[in-house]
T-cell receptor
Framework: NAGVTQTPKFQVLKTGQSMTLQCAQDMNHEYMSWYRQDPGMGLRLIHY???????DQGEVPNGYNVSRSTTEDFPLRLLSAAPSQTSVYFCASSPVERPYEQYFGPGTRLTVT | GQSLEQPSEVTAVEGAIVQINCTYQ??????LSWYQQHDGGAPTFLSYNALDGLEETGRFSSFLSRSDSYGYLLLQELQMKDSASYFC????????????FGKGTSLLVTP
């Protein structure tokens, strides 16, 4: 099993550009989520999904969109990048019966200039 | 709302025991989780307490007291590789499957 994979590993964007961060998991987990991590801020939840076709907002959803068309994939879209979105982004998945046990991808380091 | 408080930094000597505390304020929750993250890496799950008491997993133990809104992670026989950040996280009753993370404790193990 590859676990949770994320692409790209690094990305530099200019203000106003849009892009999609990819996330995939091969563990057949129903629950998937996106976090951003900033220095001293811990992990903050952006969006999450409890299954294909079902998504919900987390703590910091503004400026981001998600969709869940399959169990495996959960892409995160930045609509119009801003310097405040410079961060490390982690995707995670867990089985519904153990939502407290999340498996994280390696992260995407995004810089917006 | 929910809030979790952890010390920002802890330093301990190799071979010693260290306790990382987590206090929380939430109206109700399922349990307390702990994650480890090395510099430049992804968080990895360590332990979970749904009930009051101690859960032991090798050198690591985690404790929860719901009446005191308090938990801790205990690391024994510290090794240099234990230098990392440690996060507590709660899954609140009103947040579905979402986890709310503390800001993390940076543990430095010295020789």
């Amino acid at each position: 099993n590859a676990g949770v994979t994320q692409t790209p590993k690094f990305q530099v964007l200019k203000t106003g550009q849009s892009m999609t961060l990819q996330c995939a998991q091969d563990m057949n987990h129903e629950y998937m989520s996106w976090y951003r991590q900033d220095p001293g801020m811990g992990l903050r939840l952006i969006h999450y999904s409890v299954g294909a076709g079902i998504t919900d907002q987390g703590e910091v959803p503004n400026g981001y969109n998600v969709s869940r068309s399959t169990t495996e994939d959960f892409p995160l879209r930045l609509l119009s990048a801003a310097p405040s979105q410079t961060s490390v982004y982690f995707c995670a998945s867990s089985p519904v019966e153990r939502p407290y046990e999340q498996y994280f991808g390696p992260g995407t380091r995004l810089t917006v200039t | 709302g929910q809030s979790l408080e952890q010390p920002s930094e802890v330093t301990a000597v190799e071979g010693a025991i260290v306790q990382i505390n987590c206090t929380y304020q939430t109206s109700g929750f399922y349990g307390l989780s702990w994650y480890q993250q090395h510099d430049g890496g992804a968080p990895t799950f360590l332990s979970y307490n749904a009930l009051d008491g101690l859960e032991e997993t090798g050198r690591f133990s985690s404790f929860l007291s719901r009446s005191d809104s308090y938990g801790y992670l205990l690391l024994q026989e510290l090794q240099m590789k234990d230098s990392a950040s440690y996060f507590c996280a709660v899954r609140a009753l009103n947040s579905g499957y979402a986890l709310n993370f503390g800001k993390g404790t940076s543990l430095l193990v010295t020789p």
